[in-house]
């Protein structure tokens, strides 16, 4: 029972480098989503998705995009990472309508 | 918009102590109301969660009541341990506009022996 997977677990880019994080669940989960934690800030939702298909923003949207072609996959794109991106990325899941939210163990990503 | 305010940390506290760390929200509706824990390295986990209002939420000791007429909903221990030291998120999920999840900013617990 894998839960939530992301990969990388680290990262190190340098400025204007593209990558792609990634996130599968194996429960089935209609909503899907991605935040980003930085130290005094909580979690702050990037984007997220109700099902195959459909996505849409959160709080702090700029610079990453998103897709969502099946239920189980849910990747975040950075397409020129900058150093305002540093920070740990996680993707949580869960039933639409019906919480609690299940989270990877996210991916700490350095932009230099 | 929907948000959510708690106590800031650190907090310090010696083994069997009283916990409470404040939360409070801002919400359209009635949203559902969490408690989330995070050990180092990890993600979040649930702790506990209220989803209407006058609910008590309780896990491993912990509990929370989900007060409409304060919108708060403060997480209380009696009697802490070493392996509560973790940081303390508190969170509403929107009943509108997909169900969004919004975080507070954390409260870091440390439990001294």
């Known amino acids: 029972n894998a839960g939530v997977t992301q990969t990388p677990k680290f990262q190190v880019l340098k400025t204007g480098q593209s990558m792609t994080l990634q996130c599968a669940q194996d429960?089935?989960?209609?909503?899907m989503s991605w935040y980003r934690q930085d130290p005094g800030m909580g979690l702050r939702l990037i984007h997220y998705s109700v099902g195959a298909g459909i996505t849409d923003q959160g709080e702090v949207p700029n610079g990453y995009n998103v897709s969502r072609s099946t239920t189980e996959d849910f990747p975040l794109r950075l397409l020129s990472a900058a150093p305002s991106q540093t920070s740990v990325y996680f993707c949580?899941?869960?039933?639409?309508?019906?919480?609690?939210?299940?989270f990877g163990n996210g991916t700490r990503l350095t932009v230099t | 918009g929907d948000s959510v305010t708690q106590m800031e940390g650190p907090v310090t506290l010696s083994e069997e102590a009283f916990l409470t760390i404040n939360c409070t929200y801002t919400a359209t509706g009635y949203p559902s109301l969490f408690w989330y824990v995070q050990y180092p390295g990890e993600g979040l986990q649930l702790l506990l969660k209220a989803t209407k209002a006058d609910d008590k939420g309780s896990n491993k000791g912990f509990e929370a009541t989900y007060r409409k007429e304060t919108t708060s909903f403060h997480l209380e221990k009696g009697s802490v341990q070493v392996s509560d030291s973790a940081v303390y998120f508190c969170a509403l999920e929107a009943n509108t506009g997909g169900f969004k999840t919004i975080f507070g900013a954390g409260t870091r617990l440390f439990v001294k022996a």
């Open positions: 949580a899941s869960r039933r639409q309508g019906d919480g609690p939210l299940h």
């Open positions: 429960m089935n989960h209609e909503y």
